[in-house]
């Protein structure tokens, strides 16, 4: 997905719904397989959704790798 200088601030802003999301169910003490079944990442995607089964995978990919960021103090 290509875009211009003028869509950063919202990918930004995305990305900070995702970490915040993902912090909370870290902060819930939740697994991460409790985490990938529970945590509704923002709405707003950055990715056409074509593909359910694609945006389900980047999904879960985002919540896995924000997940391990947070258990280990990042």
Do not use: F, H, Q
């Amino acid at each position: 997905y290509v875009c211009d200088k003028s869509y950063v601030a919202t990918m930004r802003l995305i990305i900070e719904d995702w970490i915040a999301a993902v912090r909370e169910a870290v902060s819930m003490k939740l697994s991460l397989e409790e985490a990938n079944e529970k945590i509704k990442l923002p709405e707003r995607s950055p990715y056409p959704v074509s593909d359910p089964i694609r945006a389900a995978e980047v999904r879960r990919m985002n919540i896995e790798y924000l997940y391990r960021l947070c258990i280990n103090g990042k």
